[in-house]
Protein backbone atom coordinates (compact mmCIF):
# COMPACT_ATOMS: atom_id res chain seq x y z
CA UNK A 1 0.00 0.00 0.00
CA UNK A 2 1.47 3.28 -0.96
CA UNK A 3 1.72 6.60 1.75
CA UNK A 4 3.16 9.53 2.54
CA UNK A 5 3.34 10.90 5.55
CA UNK A 6 4.49 14.49 6.26
CA UNK A 7 5.84 15.78 9.03
CA UNK A 8 7.89 18.98 10.31
CA UNK A 9 4.80 21.94 10.37
CA UNK A 10 4.94 23.93 13.16
CA UNK A 11 4.38 27.63 14.96
CA UNK A 12 7.14 29.74 13.34
CA UNK A 13 7.78 33.57 13.90
CA UNK A 14 8.28 36.08 10.71
CA UNK A 15 11.32 34.84 8.91
CA UNK A 16 12.34 31.80 10.53
CA UNK A 17 12.91 28.75 9.35
CA UNK A 18 11.41 24.71 9.15
CA UNK A 19 11.79 22.18 7.35
CA UNK A 20 9.17 19.62 6.58
CA UNK A 21 9.68 15.70 5.63
CA UNK A 22 7.33 13.58 3.19
CA UNK A 23 8.25 9.91 3.99
CA UNK A 24 6.98 7.55 1.54
CA UNK A 25 6.25 3.94 2.06
CA UNK A 26 5.10 1.22 -0.57
CA UNK A 27 7.05 2.78 -3.34
CA UNK A 28 10.54 4.52 -4.08
CA UNK A 29 10.56 8.57 -4.22
CA UNK A 30 13.59 8.80 -5.90
CA UNK A 31 11.90 7.29 -9.62
CA UNK A 32 8.68 9.64 -9.38
CA UNK A 33 8.07 13.26 -9.26
CA UNK A 34 7.31 14.92 -5.82
CA UNK A 35 5.00 17.73 -5.41
CA UNK A 36 4.78 20.25 -2.35
CA UNK A 37 1.49 22.13 -2.21
CA UNK A 38 -0.34 24.39 -0.12
CA UNK A 39 -3.85 25.31 1.40
CA UNK A 40 -4.55 28.09 3.23
CA UNK A 41 -8.16 28.51 4.48
CA UNK A 42 -10.53 29.76 2.03
CA UNK A 43 -7.76 29.62 -0.86
CA UNK A 44 -7.46 27.12 -3.20
CA UNK A 45 -4.68 24.57 -3.09
CA UNK A 46 -1.56 26.22 -4.35
CA UNK A 47 1.91 24.02 -5.86
CA UNK A 48 4.78 25.25 -4.48
CA UNK A 49 7.95 23.41 -5.33
CA UNK A 50 8.62 20.12 -7.15
CA UNK A 51 10.96 17.55 -8.42
CA UNK A 52 11.18 15.33 -11.16
CA UNK A 53 12.41 11.58 -10.81
CA UNK A 54 14.86 10.71 -13.48
CA UNK A 55 17.29 13.86 -13.72
CA UNK A 56 16.18 15.16 -10.13
CA UNK A 57 15.00 18.79 -11.90
CA UNK A 58 13.00 21.38 -9.76
CA UNK A 59 10.45 23.66 -10.20
CA UNK A 60 9.54 26.77 -7.77
CA UNK A 61 6.41 29.19 -7.44
CA UNK A 62 7.41 32.88 -7.42
CA UNK A 63 5.83 33.29 -4.37
CA UNK A 64 8.62 30.94 -2.42
CA UNK A 65 11.45 31.13 -5.06
CA UNK A 66 14.51 32.04 -3.48
CA UNK A 67 13.44 31.12 0.04
CA UNK A 68 12.54 27.47 -0.15
CA UNK A 69 14.58 24.76 -1.33
CA UNK A 70 13.21 20.88 -2.40
CA UNK A 71 15.43 17.82 -1.92
CA UNK A 72 15.30 14.51 -1.61
CA UNK A 73 16.89 11.69 0.44
CA UNK A 74 17.06 8.24 -1.66
CA UNK A 75 18.50 6.59 1.24
CA UNK A 76 15.93 7.48 3.29
CA UNK A 77 12.99 7.76 0.62
CA UNK A 78 12.21 10.99 1.75
CA UNK A 79 11.67 14.39 -0.31
CA UNK A 80 12.48 17.36 2.07
CA UNK A 81 10.77 20.92 1.68
CA UNK A 82 13.50 23.58 3.17
CA UNK A 83 11.65 27.26 4.12
CA UNK A 84 13.84 29.86 5.21
CA UNK A 85 12.45 33.87 6.06
CA UNK A 86 9.18 32.62 6.39
CA UNK A 87 6.58 35.35 6.30
CA UNK A 88 2.85 35.29 7.70
CA UNK A 89 1.21 34.63 3.59
CA UNK A 90 3.22 30.93 4.28
CA UNK A 91 0.61 30.04 6.87
CA UNK A 92 -1.03 27.08 5.28
CA UNK A 93 -1.31 22.89 5.33
CA UNK A 94 1.36 21.66 3.40
CA UNK A 95 0.89 18.70 1.16
CA UNK A 96 3.30 16.19 -0.55
CA UNK A 97 2.16 14.71 -3.94
CA UNK A 98 3.72 11.91 -5.85
CA UNK A 99 3.23 10.47 -9.41
CA UNK A 100 2.81 7.18 -10.35
CA UNK A 101 5.14 4.52 -11.96
CA UNK A 102 3.88 7.31 -15.57
CA UNK A 103 6.07 9.92 -14.18
CA UNK A 104 9.27 8.49 -13.59
CA UNK A 105 10.48 10.11 -17.01
CA UNK A 106 7.86 13.28 -17.24
CA UNK A 107 8.79 16.83 -15.51
CA UNK A 108 6.93 17.47 -12.74
CA UNK A 109 4.71 20.01 -12.20
CA UNK A 110 3.19 22.44 -9.55
CA UNK A 111 -0.89 21.42 -10.76
CA UNK A 112 -2.91 18.85 -8.68
CA UNK A 113 -2.34 16.07 -11.01
CA UNK A 114 -0.31 13.70 -8.87
CA UNK A 115 -1.96 10.53 -7.86
CA UNK A 116 -0.74 10.03 -4.34
CA UNK A 117 -1.25 12.78 -1.43
CA UNK A 118 0.04 13.09 2.09
CA UNK A 119 -2.59 13.94 4.76
CA UNK A 120 -0.81 17.62 5.28
CA UNK A 121 1.23 19.32 7.96
CA UNK A 122 0.22 22.85 9.48
CA UNK A 123 2.45 25.58 9.27
CA UNK A 124 1.53 28.85 10.97
CA UNK A 125 4.23 31.68 10.88
CA UNK A 126 2.70 34.21 13.64
CA UNK A 127 4.29 36.50 15.95
Known amino acids: QLHLVESGGGLVQPGGSLRLSCAASGFTLAYNAIGWFRQAPGKEREGISC????????KYADSVKGRFTISRDNAKNTVYLQMNSLKPEDTAVYYC????????????????????WGQGTQVTVSS
Open 51 to 58: ISGVGGST
Open 97 to 116: AAGDGKWRFRPCVLSTEYNY
